[in-house]
């Protein structure tokens, strides 16, 4: 077994909403804003990616490794002149993300 630790990065749009965290098709986990989770899965290559409200981030494979952990950040990408007119991308294709961190 390995683990992914996920970290959602604040952001004041979808705030009050939990993003459903889909790995293999199937929901597991959901993330509030500003948290993390810890995700135990095993070995192997898994598909996964967030959902929220009609949206979702890019599918990412990820590889499992026995006995270690993979990080990963979601958020929203709608930042600067996309937030203040959030209600014309909100649901545009990769309007959240979800990618790997250090």
Avoid at 10 to 19: G, R, V
Avoid at 27 to 56: C, S
Avoid at 86 to 97: D, G, P, Q, T, V
Wanted: charged letters at 25%; one cysteine or more; a positive charge.
């Amino acid at each position: 077994m390995g683990e992914i630790l996920l970290t959602r990065d604040y952001h004041e749009l979808y705030s009050s909403q939990e993003f459903k965290v889909i790995i293999d098709g199937k929901e597991v986990n959901n993330i509030k804003n500003n948290k993390r989770k810890v995700i135990t899965l095993p070995v192997g290559q898994h598909e996964m990616y967030i959902q929220v409200m009609g949206t979702k981030s890019s599918t990412k494979i990820v590889n499992i490794e026995p006995k270690k952990t993979l990080r990963l950040s979601c958020g929203s990408n709608l930042k600067g002149l996309k937030y203040i007119f959030h209600w014309l991308f909100a649901f545009s294709k990769n309007s959240i993300y979800l990618e790997e961190t250090v």
